[in-house]
């Protein structure tokens, strides 16, 4: 009897702990998920509101969401897409199949391959909404959070086979704190938002292709001026990423580098004020600032 007691009350105690962690409470949540070699990235807003851009490859997006969603009723306000490449869109259709969705966010851009073909299907299966993405499409909250769309500037509607640099870029914003997400950009992408004058002025880069040396420019950089880099990496991964001369970029800017390869699942928590925390898996110490700070919501 006394066993089965204490199994109760750790079981209370497991659920009360996940109530505590996954309960809206006034602070702007995103965490990089650790999915191996791909991107997913999952925010909360203040008032509970949840984004999920990209799942990664195959279903590790799964266990990942179990540790952030809330325990009840748990489902995914918007599901955003940046591009159909099958480290980014494969994880989103294992997440269509489990959760509720209410909202797909997404290029117009897909591909012949069943990963996109199979994405496209659920979302008309489950008769989800479809927001196309565009840059005066911002999805602006009443709990003060922005999900502003930088590019594309109109959807591109289209089938197309290499989709790096059509991806969708947008940040969070929250009061006076961004976190610019990059998807898989490549030079072309990043010359064409700074040619278009583009404000990327964020706190935060999401490091564009998992840190390859085809992204990251040192013109890049110095628009976004950040001052954190997190980095959506597979441990020991085929592509050698992120590359030596990426990082090396970032140390020049002196960047504070967290990586899901080494770090784990990393966790930013903004209030309207400042970055109050940054947490990570491996339990690293992140010191963050709350000097700093600057807002392009307008932008």
Excluded: C
Excluded at 98 to 127: A, M
Excluded at 202 to 220: M, P, R, V, W
Excluded at 234 to 259: A, D, M, V
């Amino acid at each position: 009897m006394n066993k089965i007691l204490l199994g109760v009350v750790a079981t209370a105690l497991s659920i009360g702990l996940l109530f505590s962690n996954a309960k809206p409470d006034g602070l702007l949540h995103v965490f990089i998920l650790n999915v191996g070699q791909g991107d997913a990235i999952f925010a909360r807003t203040p008032q509970g509101t949840t984004f999920l851009i990209d799942g990664g490859p195959e279903k590790k997006v799964l266990t990942e969401l179990k540790e952030v969603l809330p325990f009840w009723g748990a489902s995914i306000d918007y599901l955003v897409s940046t591009h159909p490449d099958r480290d980014h869109i494969e994880g989103l259709i294992a997440v269509l199949k489990r959760y509720p969705v209410r909202h797909v966010l997404f290029t117009g851009v897909y591909k012949k391959d069943y990963f996109s073909q199979e994405f496209l299907r659920l979302i008309k299966e489950k008769n989800i909404p479809v927001i196309l993405a565009r840059e005066d499409g911002d999805i602006a909250l009443t709990d003060g959070v922005t999900f502003d769309v930088l590019f594309p500037f109109t959807p591109i509607i289209r089938q197309e086979t290499v989709t790096n640099n059509l991806g969708l870029i947008a940040k969070l914003i929250y009061g006076e704190h961004e976190i610019l997400l990059t998807a898989d950009a490549e030079l072309p992408e990043e010359e064409m938002l700074i040619s278009h004058g583009v404000n990327l002025q964020a706190d935060i880069l999401k490091s564009g292709h998992h840190g390859s040396k085809t992204s990251s420019s040192e013109a890049f950089l110095s628009a976004i001026n950040p001052q954190f880099v997190a980095i959506s990496v597979g441990l020991n991964n085929s592509y050698h990423h992120p590359h030596l001369s990426t990082l090396k970029r970032y140390k020049e800017h002196q960047l504070k580098i967290l990586r899901t390869d080494l770090d784990g699942r990393i966790e930013f928590i903004f209030s309207p004020k400042e970055i109050v925390e940054i947490k990570t898996q491996s339990k690293r110490e992140i010191s963050a600032p709350s000097e700093r700070s600057f807002s392009s919501k307008d932008s």
